[in-house]
């Protein structure tokens, strides 16, 4: 299926370049080049043989290896529930700066599940979705300072006159680290009667 996709973007939409990558564990998916998001997507959905109805996800993450500049990579997953199968979408965006952010096109017009999914990428990795119609941050305060998600990301000491992380401070998660829950102990015993 892949290998159709491939030759299906390339012929309706040749600037993509599209590229398959075989995985040897785990799904295979295709790369594109950025600026030809929507175009490609509106490729797949409009499909008669595909059909990919159901955008599912839209994930970011920061690659930035040592001593290099680093990229942002998107990953699309759509689905087609007439069709039961799915393939996953990549492509790579440049970093940027948070004044000046990486841009690409919103699939909001497409898929109305992109409206959340574009918010969430745009607060914690910082990817403007051109034509979003609402694009604002949705996990963070407006005021909130950078990208959590993003490698180089520094917690803002103070917010809003709070200290964000105080020192000493341990969260219940840290405090219970290791010790066996209820529930553990429960499992290896035998239900009454048997």
């Known amino acids: 299926m892949h290998e159709d996709l491939v030759q299906i973007i390339n012929q309706a939409v040749p600037e993509a370049k599209a590229v398959l990558n075989k995985a040897e564990v785990g799904d295979s998916s295709i ?13 797949l959905k ?16 920061d690659y930035l290896p040592e001593g290099e500049e680093g990229y942002l990579e998107l990953a699309y997953i759509l689905a087609s529930f007439t069709k039961n199968h799915e393939v996953i979408i990549k492509t790579k965006l440049p970093r ?20 959340w999914q574009e918010r ?15 694009l604002r941050r949705i996990l963070t305060s407006s005021n909130w300072e950078g ?5 180089d990301y520094k917690v803002q000491e103070i917010f809003n006159g709070m200290v964000v992380n105080p020192p000493g ?26």
């Open 120 to 134: 969430e990428t745009y607060d914690m990795i910082g990817v403007e979705f051109v034509g979003h119609p609402d």
């Open 147 to 151: 990208h959590p998600l993003r490698k």
């Open 96 to 115: 940027g700066t948070d004044s000046n952010l990486p841009k690409i096109d919103s699939l909001c017009g497409l898929w109305r599940a992109a409206n």
């Open 169 to 194: 401070k341990m969260n219940l998660g840290d405090q219970q680290f290791g010790v066996k829950s209820n529930a553990d102990s429960l499992s290896n015993k035998k239900p009454m009667g048997l």
């Open 31 to 43: 790369s594109i080049n950025a600026e030809t998001i929507y175009k490609v997507c509106e490729t």
């Open 46 to 61: 409009k499909n008669d043989k595909y059909e990919f109805n159901v955008l599912q996800v839209i994930s970011g993450t």
